[in-house]
Structure formats: C-alpha cells, structure tokens
Nanobody
C-alpha cells in the first residue's frame, strides 16, 4: 500500500507557473506508475498526465500538452507536475494517483489507479 500527499497548490494569475509535488510513503514507489488528475467544481475528475514507473514514458491530456510537465524522482519517492502558462480553466483540485505495476501502458482512466492523495487546490485568476 502507498499513501500520497500533494502540495504546492495556490492562487496564481493567468500566465504564471506552479509546481505540484506528490510525496509517497513506502519502499516500493518505483513499482508504481503515477498520474495527475484534476476536478473542477461541478465537473468530473479528469486525467491530466501520467508517467511510467521508470520515468521514461509520459502522456498528457490534450488541453495541457506543451504547458505541463510530469516528472518523478524515485530516490525521493516524489512525483511532480510543473504547470506553466496557467489559464483560469486550469482551476481545480489536483490529485495524484498511483497504479500498481510496471506495465508499459499509461492509463488515463481514474478507474485504473489504486491509490489517491487528498488533493491540492489550484486557482488561476484572470
């Protein structure tokens, strides 16, 4: 089992940058693929980005591709989401998630992830 704790959210202006972090407990962090999701008020939780257990593969939702970067440091048990050129429509609670296994496929469905953090609020003002 793994526990996830997000941090780094806040209130920024459009065009600014933020870096979210997700710290994982446990000794097997490198056995998990990781993902970032977000949920805006009144909307379903949606996929943002995913990274393989090794960090060699990444995948992004179309709406963030080119602006957001997911990365991980297995030595620190941490996954990051660098968010640049933020827009008001990026406002949401951001969640990190972990999926067991070292498969090559990166999943975009929240149903494929086994563990979730509590979320961190990101608010982008216009």
């Amino acid at each position: 089992q793994v526990q996830l704790v997000e941090s780094g959210g806040g209130l920024v202006q459009a065009g600014d940058s933020l870096r979210l972090s997700c710290a994982a407990s446990g000794r097997t962090f490198s056995s998990y693929a990781m993902g970032w999701f977000r949920q805006a008020p009144g909307k379903e939780r949606e996929f943002v980005a995913a990274i393989s257990w090794s960090g060699d593969s990444t995948y992004y939702a179309h709406v963030v591709n080119g602006r957001f970067t997911i990365s991980r440091d297995n030595a620190k048990n941490t996954v990051y989401l660098q968010m640049n050129s933020l827009k008001p429509e990026d406002t949401a609670v951001y969640y990190c998630a972990a999926r067991s296994g070292r498969g090559v496929v990166l999943h975009t469905s929240r149903l494929r992830y086994d563990y979730w953090g509590q979320g961190t609020q990101v608010t982008v003002s216009s």
